[in-house]
């Protein structure tokens, strides 16, 4: 979704947006796992979806514990049970939907 040469984004950004563009229909990544893989935290990851959500398949992003993101109306709860995304009442079933990143990810300096 995001386009490769957009100069007017951080390397960062293009980190953590390339790995979200990469989560497969029904799968999900934390923010601390796409954080782990990029080399940053929760927080910058959360930062980067706050500012280019519009970007990506913002909806596969979810904290540890499952729980959905809250924003654009509460959206992202519809968007992943439209994909078949295991779910345990409104929390994505961890256990079973976690993407565990790209097996050809470059990581931190890539």
């Known amino acids: 979704m995001t386009q490769p040469g957009d100069?007017?984004?951080?390397?960062f950004t293009r980190?953590?947006?390339d790995v979200i563009d990469q989560i497969?229909?029904?799968r999900v990544m934390s923010y601390g796992a796409i954080g782990d893989l990029v080399g940053?935290?929760?927080?910058h990851v959360g930062?980067?979806?706050?500012t280019?959500?519009?970007e990506t398949h913002w909806h596969r992003v979810v904290y540890v514990d499952g729980t959905p993101a809250s924003c654009h109306a509460g959206r992202a709860l519809d968007l992943l049970r439209a994909e078949a995304t295991p779910m345990r009442g409104n929390r994505v079933d961890m256990a079973r939907a976690q993407w565990s990143g790209p097996p050809d990810h470059r990581g931190v300096d890539g």
């Open 7 to 11: 100069k007017s984004i951080s390397p």
């Open 52 to 54: 280019c959500a519009e």
């Open 24 to 26: 497969p229909a029904g």
């Open 15 to 17: 980190r953590v947006l």
């Open 47 to 50: 930062h980067v979806m706050t």
């Open 40 to 43: 940053g935290s929760p927080r």
